[in-house]
């Protein structure tokens, strides 16, 4: 599975679990730590861990497990590293105070192939 694809899948399994403002930038031009970045924002923070669950349940059933998972007790901000692919799964609070898309600028978006559009 290319990155892109592994990118897609990541953001159908949140669109499937109604993860809001799902978005990927490509970042591999801009440093060594991974080709995207899947970014989504949830309503909650028991929300947030049950998106975090989503998507390592899916992907673990592809064979694919991540390499490290950060901040799932606290459920404000989950990142799942897939070495390629990081997913960034925030509290709608949080994801606003961080920025990650103003932080990242410079990064070209990527448009996700979602059942509903974006």
Do not use: C
Not at 91 to 98: K, M, S, V
Request: no cysteine; glycine share 6%.
């Amino acid at each position: 599975m290319t990155s892109i694809e592994l990118a897609n899948k990541i953001a159908q399994l949140l669109d499937s679990k109604k993860a809001t403002d799902i978005m990927a930038i490509e970042i591999k031009d801009l440093t060594t730590i991974g080709d995207y970045f899947v970014i989504a924002s949830s309503g909650s923070t028991t929300q947030t861990r049950a998106l975090s669950d989503a998507v390592e349940e899916g992907l673990s059933a592809l064979g694919l497990e991540p390499n490290r998972i950060e901040g799932y007790q606290a459920g404000m901000w989950v990142v799942l590293d897939y070495s390629d692919v990081i997913v960034h799964i925030f509290y709608e609070q949080t994801r606003e105070f961080y920025a990650l898309e103003r932080l990242w600028a410079d990064a070209p978006r990527v448009q996700l192939e979602l059942a509903g559009a974006q």
